[in-house]
């Protein structure tokens, strides 16, 4: 038989395959994370997170002019204060342990984009995102005033961009007003939409020290087994204000990330969680698996759809693409 299509002539040499690439992943896509806690001269190895570290804000200077001389345009800021309690108050303190480190950030690096995530866990007693009610239940709308002056005190302090990783109703909009009243009209919000109550998520929470006391998230964070319910959560998310949405976890989570982009125009963040780093990282450190699969599992997000990607192995990403 005659074979008239072959595929194969577009993969015939380097070139070729290089001429039709369909996607591309590039340095201004990567985001970095960074876990600041209290105290001095601390740079430590995160035990959950290989290569990740716990950081004093004083050594936050030397950590960006490194992310900054990879190319990498923005960090997200995750703080791990020392003290809690019922109504996370160190979480909107002018003094608290992001606020001190986005003024850090700034200082040494003016042009870096500072993200910050806003939520309540790893400031709370209880370890839940929001404010407990007589029935230990999370209540909605007495977290939204704490959530909209956690922002706020993240733009006082020099944020661009506040990412709420809450799941509250209604968040995106009190916020909004939240940072408008107070001269923050500028400031973007990069809402984590589509959030999922992943298991994924179990070495960022020995990291953040945020493991809820009791319970679990599943009354504010999506249920695995929905893809609906995603885009309607996108959906108010944009109309109360969004500047970008976020998918999260994202390696398990891909058909959602091509729903959520082929729905919304807005850029789309995905978060390759700490679940996902642990089992590539440890995979490639024990030669179970080549490390080129950390590229591969990269391109996937992009393959499907995701503009952004906030991952742990940005670092080794950039490098890589040097
Ligand atoms: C805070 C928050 C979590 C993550 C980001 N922000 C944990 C959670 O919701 O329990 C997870 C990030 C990761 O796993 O890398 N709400």
Known sequence: MELIKR??????????????????LTVDDL?????????VEIKKEISSLKDVYHLSVDMLEQEVNEIQDLGINAVLVFGVPDSKDSLGSSAYDKEGIVQRAVRAIKAAAPDICVI??????Q??????????NFDEEVDNDTTLKYLSEIAVSHARAGADIVAPSDMMDGRIGAMRTG?????????????YAVK???SFYGPFR?????SPGFGDRKTYQMDIHNRAEALREAALDVEEGADFLMVKPALSYLDVVREVKDNFDLPLAVYNVSGEYAMIRNAVDNGIMDESVIYEMTMSMKRAGADLIITYFARYLAEKLK
């Open 7 to 24: 595929p194969r002539r577009l993969r015939k040499s380097a070139a070729i395959r290089n001429m039709v690439r369909e996607t591309k």
């Open 123 to 132: 400031y709370t007693d209880h370890g839940h995102c929001g404010i407990i």
């Open 31 to 39: 985001i970095h994370p960074i876990f600041v806690v209290e105290g």
């Open 206 to 210: 020995a990291a953040a020290d945020s």
């Open 179 to 191: 940072l408008d009243k107070n001269g923050f009209k500028d400031v973007s919000i990069m809402s």
């Open 196 to 198: 999922y109550a992943s």
């Open 116 to 121: 910050t995530d806003v939520c309540m866990c």
